[in-house]
Nanobody, 126 residues
Framework: QMQLVESGGGLVQAGGSLRLSCAASGRTLGSYSMGWFRQAPGKEREFVSGISWLGGVTIYADSVKGRFTISRDNAKNTVYLQMSNLNPEDTAIYCC???????????????????WGQGTQVTVSS
């Protein structure tokens, strides 16, 4: 069974950058589209970005388009989220997840994904 572990979160000033990583174990990521989601206190889980199993298709939420870049290295069984020009509204717990079904394109719907990592906290100060 696949397990996902996120890392790379932290505290950063507005305008700064962070790179999140999502490392998989137990199963290869190479056949699964992956997604990044975030949840801020008191808010619902929100789609951030998704990438297809070979990386040829990427999708982004409008709120992060042009600032965030998703990528993957299947040889390392890892997915990344490069975040730039961060602002306080980006503060949240960021989680990665694998699509439940292999060889399906990424979507923006949380219920299409599972398993999930435990998340990494990103805090952006103004």
């Amino acid at each position: 069974q696949m397990q996902l572990v996120e890392s790379g979160g932290g505290l950063v000033q507005a305008g700064g950058s962070l790179r999140l990583s999502c490392a998989a174990s137990g199963r290869t990521l190479g056949s699964y589209s992956m997604g990044w989601f975030r949840q801020a206190p008191g808010k619902e889980r929100e789609f951030v970005s998704g990438i297809s199993w070979l990386g040829g298709v990427t999708i982004y939420a409008d709120s992060v388009k042009g600032r965030f870049t998703i990528s993957r290295d299947n040889a390392k069984n890892t997915v990344y989220l490069q975040m730039s020009n961060l602002n306080p509204e980006d503060t949240a717990i960021y989680c990665c997840a694998a699509r439940r079904v292999s060889l399906h394109q990424p979507t923006t719907t949380p219920s299409d994904y599972g398993p999930w990592g435990q998340g990494t906290q990103v805090t952006v100060s103004s």
